[in-house]
């Protein structure tokens, strides 16, 4: 069952035309990979779905609903999440706030005024900690995490509210290439919880985590399809692996 | 996947634990709490006279750290909400001859609330986040005009403003300057003081420190980022409405200076001085700054402003995040609002 429809979206930036009639089509637990060279469109595609832009044209379908207009905070409680490219955890708050805060995003205002679900959401928070490998450093501030450590913290705090997609915009960004090996580790049991689209240039952790691939070069879509597809499509090898 | 990696072998050394387990913030508001119960027992009146402004000004200054140490909302027109609760009062008292403490400050706190719901729709409640700036200078310039308003309307005093308010009144009791008055405002000040701090504290707090901290990162997580922001900003508006209208009854006048962009500037050196962000730092901020004025105006008449200038200006850039934070750490500062810390993962800060 399709969760995410994008049709037909133009994204143009003064005279650049980012996105150019792009689709995406993904299905329900199903891992998405977009890839493509450099300024081919991937996180303005992630952008508009998320709804960090608007697009020029075109429409997004979640769930069946059109949400082209949606706010972002409208986006996230219909059940979209987002981890930026650039990491954006609150380096002053503690790793356990961090989760927290990303949780209780839904609940009501009495019941953050009186503090209602602390208690609740205590095993949640330590679960995704847990989770993410990060509870030992539970009560220390975000900004003594290593790069891949917030990283990992991000992706945790997209996760924690059980989104129905998650959107990851290059989550191994800046990591060793043990913390990649390590990142793969810790998203695979994702798979059983939501859909997830990531945007990611490294080409072998992609193949190893995603279920089918888009790819983009010039702000378009070349071609879309499963892994294996993709690897032995001759218009990607043309204009895009080959390259690579 | 193969076998997963123990995270120490990925951890980075961590330098920044900072002691969370012995606290000194609690310590420190029982002592300026101490300080400010004793003092007209030793101040002469006059000064207990002083000692009363410099409170409601602490109250004041409270309402503003709420918006900005809290929120990072810049609100350079916080004296707008101070100075119409102060008009607003003293007009009621002027043309209705009302003074009784139970309809004067509720209407003061009411006042406050509604300008600031009022201003604050208007800068806030747009479909997508308001910028700093805009924030900013659309206080700035709400300020600025109702200033001019109030400069330029006979009704409502012109630039000499209202004078001679009468006393607020519990039954026939007046309250006059002097010690009641001095622990009246300290009890208001007390009660505002812990209200905001059960809020900090809370999970709207650490809503509020996600507002402060990253905005557009929180809108991502579902938070109605627009509706946050009006709402702390009314309920700093109606803390300045309380503050502003107890300075009307104690001064006994009102002038258009309550309102405009001299009151507006000193509430913020009050809380930047003393540490934004932290509820004590508002208090000693607005204490030291109006401590060293008085002293410095009575032994070094010609040139007070100036020496008072330079120490603001040396404190800002040399300690920008207050006099608090020669006491505090900065994680005490921020605090916790999940859990309690675990004692075992301290080390010295």
Same mark, same amino acid.
């Given at each position: 069952?399709?969760?995410?429809?994008?049709?037909?979206?133009?994204?143009?930036?003064?005279?650049?035309?980012?996105?150019?009639?792009?689709?995406?089509?993904?299905?329900?637990?199903?891992?998405?990979?977009?890839?493509?060279?450099?300024?081919?469109?991937?996180?303005?595609?992630?952008?508009?779905?998320?709804?960090?832009?608007?697009?020029?044209?075109?429409?997004?379908?979640?769930?069946?609903?059109?949400?082209?207009?949606?706010?972002?905070?409208?986006?996230?409680?219909?059940?979209?999440?987002?981890?930026?490219?650039?990491?954006?955890?609150?380096?002053?708050?503690?790793?356990?706030?961090?989760?927290?805060?990303?949780?209780?995003?839904?609940?009501?205002?009495?019941?953050?005024?009186?503090?209602?679900?602390?208690?609740?959401?205590?095993?949640?928070?330590?679960?995704?900690?847990?989770?993410?490998?990060?509870?030992?450093?539970?009560?220390?501030?975000?900004?003594?995490?290593?790069?891949?450590?917030?990283?990992?913290?991000?992706?945790?705090?997209?996760?924690?509210?059980?989104?129905?997609?998650?959107?990851?915009?290059?989550?191994?960004?800046?990591?060793?290439?043990?913390?990649?090996?390590?990142?793969?580790?810790?998203?695979?049991?994702?798979?059983?919880?939501?859909?997830?689209?990531?945007? #990611?240039?490294?080409?072998?952790?992609? /193949?190893?985590?995603?279920?089918?691939?888009?790819?983009?070069?010039?702000?378009?879509?070349?071609?879309?399809?499963?892994?294996?597809?993709?690897?032995?499509?001759?218009?990607?090898?043309?204009?895009?692996?080959?390259?690579? | 996947?193969?076998?997963?990696?123990?995270?120490?072998?990925?951890?980075?050394?961590?330098?920044?634990?900072?002691?969370?387990?012995?606290?000194?913030?609690?310590?420190? #508001?029982?002592?300026?709490?101490?300080?400010?119960?004793?003092?007209?027992?030793?101040?002469?009146?006059?000064?207990?006279?002083?000692?009363?402004?410099?409170?409601?000004?602490?109250?004041?200054?409270?309402?503003?750290?709420?918006?900005?140490?809290?929120?990072?909302?810049?609100?350079?027109?916080?004296?707008?909400?101070?100075?119409?609760?102060?008009?607003?009062?003293?007009?009621?008292? /002027?043309?209705?001859? =009302?003074?009784?403490?139970?309809?004067?400050?509720?209407?003061?706190?009411?006042?406050?609330?509604?300008?600031?719901?009022?201003?604050?729709?208007?800068?806030?409640?747009?479909?997508?986040?308001?910028?700093?700036?805009?924030?900013?200078?659309?206080?700035?310039?709400?300020?600025?005009?109702?200033? /001019?308003?109030?400069?330029?309307?006979?009704?409502?005093?012109?630039?000499?403003?209202?004078?001679?308010?009468?006393?607020?009144?519990?039954?026939?009791?007046?309250?006059?300057?002097?010690?009641?008055?001095?622990?009246?405002?300290?009890?208001?000040?007390?009660?505002?003081?812990?209200?905001?701090?059960?809020?900090?504290?809370?999970?709207?707090?650490?809503?509020?420190?996600?507002?402060?901290?990253?905005?557009?990162?929180?809108?991502?997580?579902?938070?109605?980022?627009?509706?946050?922001?009006?709402?702390?900003?009314?309920?700093?508006?109606?803390?300045?409405?309380?503050?502003?209208?107890?300075?009307?009854?104690?001064?006994?006048?009102?002038?258009?200076?309550?309102?405009?962009?001299?009151?507006?500037?000193?509430?913020?050196?009050?809380?930047?001085?003393?540490?934004?962000?932290?509820?004590?730092?508002?208090? =000693?901020?607005?204490?030291?700054? #109006?401590?060293?004025?008085?002293?410095?105006?009575?032994?070094?008449?010609?040139?007070?402003?100036?020496?008072?200038?330079?120490?603001?200006?040396?404190?800002?850039?040399?300690?920008?995040?207050?006099? =608090?934070?020669?006491?505090?750490?900065?994680? #005490?500062?921020?605090?916790?609002?999940?859990?309690?810390?675990?004692?075992?993962?301290?080390?010295?800060?």
């Amino acid at each position: 069952m399709v969760l995410l429809e994008a049709r037909g979206l133009v994204k143009i930036f003064g005279k650049l035309t980012a996105l150019n009639a792009a689709d995406l089509t993904v299905a329900e637990n199903e891992f998405h990979g977009l890839i493509g060279p450099n300024g081919s469109g991937k996180s303005t595609l992630m952008k508009c779905v998320a709804g960090a832009e608007i697009p020029t044209h075109g429409s997004v379908f979640f769930a069946g609903r059109d949400i082209t207009p949606a706010t972002p905070a409208e986006r996230a409680r219909a059940g979209m999440s987002l981890k930026f490219q650039i990491t954006s955890v609150l380096p002053a708050l503690t790793l356990y706030d961090n989760v927290l805060l990303a949780l209780q995003a839904q609940t009501s205002l009495s019941s953050l005024v009186f503090s209602r679900t602390r208690g609740v959401l205590h095993d949640r928070v330590m679960a995704m900690l847990e989770q993410f490998r990060l509870a030992d450093h539970a009560d220390d501030p975000a900004a003594a995490l290593s790069h891949g450590q917030q990283q990992w913290l991000e992706i945790a705090m997209a996760l924690a509210p059980e989104p129905k997609l998650l959107l990851l915009d290059e989550p191994t960004g800046g990591m060793s290439l043990e913390e990649r090996r390590v990142t793969g580790e810790l998203l695979q049991p994702i798979k059983k919880q939501c859909s997830l689209v990531i945007v #990611e240039h490294d080409l072998d952790f992609i /193949r190893d985590i995603c279920d089918r691939l888009t790819v983009l070069d010039q702000g378009s879509v070349l071609d879309c399809g499963s892994v294996r597809e993709i690897q032995s499509s001759a218009k990607v090898q043309e204009v895009y692996l080959r390259r690579a | 996947m193969t076998e997963s990696t123990p995270i120490a072998a990925l951890a980075v050394p961590r330098p920044w634990r900072a002691s969370l387990g012995w606290q000194k913030l609690p310590i420190m #508001e029982l002592i300026v709490l101490s300080i400010a119960a004793f003092l007209p027992l030793v101040l002469q009146d006059y000064l207990t006279v002083y000692a009363t402004r410099v409170l409601i000004l602490c109250l004041f200054a409270l309402s503003f750290d709420l918006v900005w140490g809290y929120a990072g909302i810049m609100s350079f027109g916080q004296a707008v909400f101070f100075g119409s609760a102060g008009y607003g009062v003293a007009l009621i008292a /002027r043309d209705l001859g =009302i003074t009784s403490i139970f309809f004067v400050l509720p209407a003061g706190v009411l006042i406050g609330f509604a300008f600031a719901l009022l201003l604050g729709g208007f800068l806030l409640l747009g479909r997508h986040p308001s910028s700093v700036i805009f924030v900013s200078l659309g206080t700035l310039t709400g300020s600025y005009a109702v200033d /001019r308003l109030a400069r330029g309307w006979y009704y409502l005093g012109g630039q000499n403003g209202i004078p001679s308010i009468s006393s607020m009144t519990l039954g026939s009791y007046e309250f006059a300057e002097g010690p009641v008055f001095y622990y009246l405002a300290l009890a208001f000040l007390i009660a505002v003081y812990l209200l905001c701090r059960f809020l900090t504290r809370s999970q709207f707090g650490l809503a509020l420190a996600g507002l402060r901290e990253n905005e557009q990162r929180i809108s991502f997580f579902g938070y109605k980022v627009q509706h946050l922001k009006a709402i702390i900003f009314s309920l700093s508006g109606a803390i300045a409405g309380l503050a502003g209208s107890l300075y009307a009854f104690h001064e006994g006048f009102v002038w258009p200076n309550m309102l405009g962009v001299v009151m507006s500037t000193q509430v913020v050196l009050y809380v930047l001085f003393g540490g934004a962000g932290t509820l004590i730092g508002a208090v =000693i901020g607005t204490v030291v700054i #109006e401590s060293v004025s008085f002293w410095l105006s009575n032994n070094y008449q010609d040139i007070w402003p100036i020496i008072l200038g330079v120490l603001l200006l040396l404190v800002i850039l040399f300690r920008p995040a207050g006099l =608090i934070s020669l006491i505090l750490s900065e994680r #005490e500062r921020v605090g916790n609002f999940g859990r309690p810390p675990k004692k075992s993962s301290h080390g010295p800060p």
